[in-house]
């Protein structure tokens, strides 16, 4: 299942269901809705995917958005995340080789706010050898698993400079590109491809909306519902991530 209602018509109100086959960029700066938006964005996953499917969260800041998941396998925050990068690499890299299984299954990693946890990496080397590893999963992810398997990582940033995602190879394998909230000049040429037949202009909006533009396609105007079931929704992924445990 790669099928998600990921965000609404802004029109319509209506949900528009994408079939994510790669991986994805949300960028927002601050008090866009991005935390908002990443919410609905794993609720989804947590709620649609199939039992074999696996869920992995690094948010180096630990941000009190997630603060219900403090303690639960799966979620690592501030210095565990390089910890949880780590051992969702070894994973990667044993599935790649044959070693471990992965079937039509889908191992999904979200890593909030890529930027502060690449900096974290306070060496070059370490910083290089981070940024090999994370562009090898966004290029290899498909070549791994049956049919549709393989990993979709999902990233948050407040600016997508490529130079924090270790360079513009590395953006470019991001196939579905999200921008909320404010957006500069700079900022729509590094997230989108605006194509002469596009009708769409892509402008500041308020926290909460935005663009999405998959790869080949439109730029669509788009809005992030507000998960008002709390309880619900961490229910639901925290489910998810006990199942999922490396």
Request: proline share 2%; aromatic share 8%; hydrophobic share 35%.
């Amino acid at each position: 299942m790669t099928e998600l209602p990921l965000f609404h018509n802004r029109k319509t109100g209506k949900p528009i269901w994408v079939n994510l086959t790669g991986h994805v960029l949300l960028s927002g700066s601050t008090s866009s809705g991005k935390s908002v938006a990443m919410l609905h964005i794993v609720h989804c996953i947590s709620k649609l995917s199939s039992t074999g499917d696996k869920l992995t969260i690094l948010d180096y800041k630990g941000s009190k958005d997630w603060k219900e998941l403090r303690g639960i396998t799966g979620y690592y925050s501030v210095e565990e995340s390089k910890v949880g990068f780590e051992q969702a690499y070894l994973l990667f890299r044993n599935q790649l080789e044959g070693v471990i299984q992965i079937g039509d299954n889908i191992h999904w990693l979200v890593i909030e706010e890529m930027a502060s946890l690449a900096e974290s990496y306070t060496s070059k080397a370490e910083k290089a050898e981070f940024f090999q590893r994370f562009g090898e999963m966004l290029r290899l992810s498909r070549n791994i698993g049956d049919g549709e398997g393989g990993w979709r990582i999902i990233v948050t940033m407040q600016q997508p400079d490529s130079s924090l995602l270790g360079g513009t190879q590395n953006r470019s394998n991001f196939g579905l590109r999200i921008c909320i909230g404010g957006i500069s000049s700079e900022g729509k040429r590094m997230m989108f491809d605006h194509q002469d037949n596009d009708p769409i202009e892509v402008t500041s909006s308020s926290s909460g909306k935005g663009y999405a533009q998959q790869y080949g396609n439109l730029i669509m105007p788009i809005i992030f519902p507000y998960e008002k079931r709390r309880n619900l929704v961490f229910s639901r992924i925290k489910t998810m991530l006990k199942r999922s445990a490396m």
